[in-house]
């Protein structure tokens, strides 16, 4: 006797195979070229997860700016960052969130990053035509540029808006990575991070890729709190691709959008270099002990200690495998630096800072050591 199929069973039968077909025809992993607005008329509806959006800022930058010693800012004065009027910018703005609406998922999640100049206009158009702003995130530069000509504050942050689909629509939140990522402390929604700088900032003939390239950090804690393993996310302003390769590192798939000739190719070559973690360092969860000042998560999503990386005790009789998260798993343990250095030993308590090790060069360091290079790197 055969089995009847349930009308709810079929739907979610045909809804999973329509989804498998759509999802084949995704440009996954390319960088799709010309203007963003039409690339993404190509996508199909409702066929993306996740999109992160760094749109043209249209600083209205006037005259040049001039450091005290009388050398140039390279400021951003780009003409893709140019519009004849705050109209023009705005109906720019209107359409390719109009595009990022209609191919994002029910439950997809927007993202968009931007300054003073443009994210209050931004925020207002998503709000028009329907999406529902779930946080504003501020990310406060620990290292920001300062102001020059001593005429207003210095501008130490720029603020993201994260969005869902509707004020009623579902979205996805990996609350437990977020807390695990912060030692057990919700995540707030300030984020201090440093600006690109150092071997992170992409270069070509001496002279940096791209005036605004974001930190990976950041990328890593907007795909690790709001995307899944096999997640397609879009980035409507590829850049020089950040969001590719954090994407794959964290296996994520990626579509890109680019005009510009020149960053595409840088992108494809810092991308192809990009090594994705395996499956035991993607996995994330929470763990239950309290944080210390500094979370391990950060040293984490920093690239200090990498997911994947192998830390171990100091006379090496457990090695740990580090989770994209900063969770541990050693053992068939998982949990904080201190929760699992607890249970390997079966003590009250222990100080995962001064319990594991890593090695560097031939060296073998506390992972404090890493939290302390971590607190010069973001000191005021």
Known sequence: MGVIETTKTRAKRVAKVTAQDTRALLPLGQILSGDCIEAMRSLPDNSIDCVFA?????LQLGGDLNRPDGSEVDAVTDHWDQFDSFKAYDDFTRA??????RVLKPDGALWVIGSYHNIFRVGAILQDIGFWILNDVVWRKSNPMPNFKGTRFTNAHETMIWASQG???RYHFNYRAMKTLNDELQMRSDWVLPICSGGERLKEDGKKAHPTQKPEALLYRVLLATTEKGDVVLDPFFGTGTTGAVA??????WIGCEREDFYRGVAMKRIEKELPLDESALTTMQSKKSAPRVAFGAVVETGLIPAGSQIFDKKRRWIATVRADGSLECENKVGSIHGVGKELQDAPSCNGWTFWHYEVDGTVKPVDAARELYRLANED
Do not use: F, Q, V
């Open 54 to 58: 760094d749109p043209p800022y249209n």
């Open 96 to 101: 390719w969130l109009i595009e990022a609406r």
């Open 167 to 169: 004020e009623k629509a």
């Open 248 to 253: 794959k590192r964290l296996g994520r798939d």
